[in-house]
């Protein structure tokens, strides 16, 4: 079921731009959970391991993800890195410190260079959509940040395809450069994308790189039996709603499923994700250099067509 041992690159959409296929973010770890010597420790593993793309945004540990990710990266070939952030979420208690205003698109932009100590961001992402800005606001300080070179590439996090439509449709019509990735929450548990904005980034060559590929852990074997003490789930209400019904059940019907396949729950979570073709990145969180080691192993899983169907029965869309 494996090849050989390599990390994959993907063509992001109908850019030339290539992503290993297996990313990692800062989300709730890098500079939050984990600190920054062993942020640091992690990035490098990471990068060691074939990851070109590293995930961030500014909200993310309040910009301490952003800046321990900046000191691991020194010293590195900045231009073998894709790297990444986000704006939408607050920064501050101004009434202009969040969102997606020119105003605030440009300002977090500049802090987010500064903090990352860099000149550039390789992908800039409009972290929400923002009902109080109109459309052509935003897309048009995308567009110019681009021109200025602060950013290559533009996209979008947890838009709706509707809204994806209208921003090519309007970058079309205006000559502005129009985003080219989207970045949704998918996995075998969250699979809602593969209804329209899947399908939607196909038709639009727009290129995908999905979070929470394996459901906030829920896909690691981790939550089998119970919330184990000290875990995310006991020290937060998130699960609250997640593990009702047969899920639990499903679940180690999973693991058993991913062990007879000589691979982690993991493995088979992410694996299963990256044989759709239209998906460029699962970007995935650690905690340990050991979760990252064993998270790059996806990459070189071949899923067959009667594994893949008896995961999807397991987690029907």
């Known amino acids: 079921m494996a090849g050989e041992r390599a990390m994959n690159y993907r063509k992001m959409g109908r850019t030339g731009l290539k992503i290993s296929s297996v990313s990692i973010g800062g989300w709730l770890t890098l500079g939050g959970s984990v600190g920054s010597e062993d942020s640091s420790r992690i990035l490098r593993c990471a990068v060691d391991g074939g990851v070109n793309f590293i995930d961030l945004a500014d909200v993310y540990s309040a910009g301490a993800a952003e800046e321990v990710a900046g000191a691991a990266i020194q010293g590195l070939d900045r231009t073998s890195l894709v790297l990444s952030s986000k704006v939408f979420g607050r920064m501050g ?46 897309v048009r300080a995308m567009d110019d940040l681009v021109h200025r070179g602060k950013v290559h590439y533009w996209g979008t996090s947890v838009w709706p395809a509707e809204l994806l439509d209208g921003a090519h449709d309007l970058c079309d019509r205006r000559g502005f450069y129009p985003p080219l990735v989207e970045q949704p929450q998918y996995s075998l548990l969250e699979r809602g994308i593969e209804a329209s904005v899947l399908p939607a980034a196909r038709r639009l060559g727009m290129g995908l790189v999905v979070w929470s590929p394996l459901a906030g852990g829920l896909l690691t074997g981790k939550y ?29 019907a999973f693991s058993a499923l991913a062990h007879e396949a000589e691979l982690s729950p993991a493995q088979l979570a992410l694996a299963w994700i990256l044989r759709n073709d239209a998906i460029t990145s699962v970007i995935t969180g650690a905690t340990s250099t050991a979760q990252v080691e064993s998270n790059l192993q996806a990459a070189e899983v071949r899923l067959d067509d009667e594994l893949a169907q008896r995961v999807e029965e397991l987690f029907p869309a």
């Open 93 to 138: 208690d101004g009434p202009n410190q969040r969102g997606l205003s020119r105003k605030h698109i440009i300002e977090s932009c500049e802090a987010s260079l500064r903090r990352l100590g860099t000149d550039y961001l390789d992908l800039y992402f409009c972290h929400r959509p923002d009902p109080e800005t109109p459309l052509e606001e935003t």
């Open 224 to 252: 089998d039996n119970g919330v184990p003490p000290g875990s995310r789930g006991a020290e937060t209400r998130w699960l609250d709603d997640k593990l009702g019904g047969d899920v639990q059940d499903r679940l180690r």
